[in-house]
């Protein structure tokens, strides 16, 4: 299966705006964070078209999301993740003292991941061990 090297951009989108309007459980906000925007090229390099399930892989983590043909190409190599829940599992967690993490700029490999699901926040979420009360 191939593998692409690209550099992740994260940051707000419109439609991650109206999304988080109808609340952070909605399918409008999921259908609009859980998109990577790619150079139609690069998905051509890899053989997904159009919502094709892709899985992001970094240092810190990976995720599955859909590919989607960026607007704004060309711009090989590089890829945009709209900010949320699933654009923070594979964002460094250190903040290098400014109390906020890097989000632009991250080393990442994307391949085609055709047989795995882009999760629900409530799945994403329950990835995570509950701390236990006392």
Not at 43 to 50: E, N, R, S, T, Y
Not at 97 to 124: C, F, H, R, W, Y
């Amino acid at each position: 299966m191939p593998k692409l090297k690209v550099s992740v951009l994260t940051g707000r989108t419109i439609n991650q705006g109206r999304g988080k309007e109808c609340g952070k459980l909605s399918k409008e906000y999921l259908e609009s964070v859980t998109i990577c925007q790619m150079d139609p090229n690069d998905m051509k390099f890899l053989g997904v078209k159009d919502n094709t399930n892709v899985k992001v892989i970094t240092d810190f983590g990976s995720v599955v999301l859909k590919a989607v043909k960026s607007a704004r190409a060309p711009h090989p190599k590089v890829v945009f993740i709209p900010y949320g829940p699933w654009a923070s599992l594979i964002m460094n967690p250190k903040t290098h003292g400014t109390g906020m993490p890097s989000l632009k700029g991250i080393s990442a490999e994307i391949e085609p991941a055709p047989d795995e699901k882009v999760l629900s926040l409530q799945n994403l979420l329950n990835q995570f061990p509950k701390e236990e009360q006392t």
